[in-house]
């Protein structure tokens, strides 16, 4: 039997490829498809109808659908969008319903391999979840790093493979709270160390810890371990080369890191003090042509996502300012909402522990809110 499934990276595909006999048609109800969706979809809210069983209702929505395209079902999960599409071929529509849903769409990676004097920096742009995660790469030796790695470890595995890289340790500059990390199941799958602030993490499980470290080598390329507090206690930026500065959720392109996550109210002012020391400490000592690998975005239509300090200084207001209060006050004063489960994230990152991929994917549904505004 036919499915009448089509999968996110069809679904992404189709959108690249600038095809327009299709139209993506977002089921879920007003305020979650505000929230977050796929650029270009329409909402047609059925979602709430569908659970009640008004069909007169949902076939008089559908209906106002155009007949002469093909029509993608999208909801949250993927079940009542095969409800919706099933009901579309009934009125004679060509009508399919995207796999898994939005919680399917956070799978898409979008890859960028940025060329420097004697090393790569790979970035893999999580499109859905707005998550950044690199491969840094020596090109004389092909000796890799995978920093940040998310749950769907395949796609550093299948891109070191492509590209004859060797992949030789694992980091990530922190514990993040809105995703969960690859890199300890990657760690064990590859034998390789996995490297984090000690502080960042329990000390429940095996890895190698940062905080005391100061450079670590791929080669004749070498990774600068920085300590950069302030959207956590222990995040750490990694400086390739004096040239790339993979810096974590200390800078991201539309505002430096939220301080407030898994903090009291007290806790997220001095968070915001800290941040404010660190890129008052940090920015000097660095050229303006520095060039800065965030680990999330939001909203930034930049490809890849990356700025030089210089255009990074024009984007992001706080980057200038120079009184500590002016600054405290702009990052705490409209700080987004908490993504959803960031608490349960958090303490399966900090215990080193991987939870069933399936379970994993359904509690990062959700847009990126890692920035402070
Ligand atoms: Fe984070």
Redesign the pocket.
């Known amino acids: 039997m036919e499915n009448f499934l089509i999968s996110p990276k069809e679904v992404k595909e189709r959108i690249y490829s600038a095809e327009n006999g299709y139209l993506l048609a977002d089921i879920r109800e007003e305020n979650e498809f505000a929230d977050w969706n796929i650029k270009g979809s329409t909402n047609i809210p059925i979602n709430t109808l569908i659970s009640e069983g008004n069909y007169t209702a949902i076939r008089e929505k559908l209906t106002t659908l155009p007949k002469d395209k093909l029509i993608i079902t999208i909801c949250a999960r993927g079940i009542n969008s095969q409800v919706a599409a099933s009901i579309l071929r009934e009125e004679g529509y060509d009508a399919l319903s995207m796999e898994k849903g939005m919680k399917g769409w956070n799978e898409n990676f979008d890859i960028y391999k940025i060329d420097f004097e004697g090393f790569y920096i790979v970035q893999f742009v999580r499109i859905g979840k707005g998550c950044l995660s690199y491969i840094i790469c020596d090109k004389a030796t092909s000796k890799a790093a995978i920093i940040e790695p998310a749950v769907f470890i395949d796609e550093y595995e299948d891109y070191l493979r492509a590209n004859s890289m060797h992949a030789e340790y694992i980091i990530d500059t ?1 514990a ?3 995703h969960f990390s690859g890199g300890m199941e990657l760690a064990k799958k590859l034998n390789l160390p996995y490297y984090v602030n000690d502080i960042e993490v329990d000390k429940v499980f095996s890895f190698k810890s940062l905080k005391d470290i100061e450079v670590l080598s791929l080669g004749e390329t070498k990774i600068k371990l920085l300590s950069t507090p302030g ?2 206690d222990g995040s750490m930026s990694l400086f390739v080369n004096d040239t790339a500065l993979l810096c ?2 200390l800078l991201l392109l539309e505002s430096p ?1 939220r301080p407030d ?1 898994a903090r009291t109210k007290n806790e997220t002012v001095k968070g915001a003090g800290i941040l404010f020391d660190t890129i008052r400490k940090l920015l000097p000592s660095l050229k303006d042509d520095t060039r800065i690998f965030p ?2 975005f939001t909203k930034t239509l930049i490809r890849p996502v990356t700025l030089t300090l210089s255009e990074l200084k024009t984007e992001s207001k706080p980057l200038t300012m120079t009184d500590k209060d002016e600054f405290i006050d702009y990052i705490t004063s409209s700080i987004p909402m908490t993504p959803p489960n960031y608490e349960t994230i958090k303490k399966f990152n900090k215990a080193g522990v991987m939870i069933p991929l399936d379970y994993a994917e359904d509690l990062e549904i959700g847009p990126n809110r ?1 920035a402070a505004r």
């Open positions: 922190h993040h709270a809105d959207h956590t974590g959720d890191g996550l680990s999330h890692c």
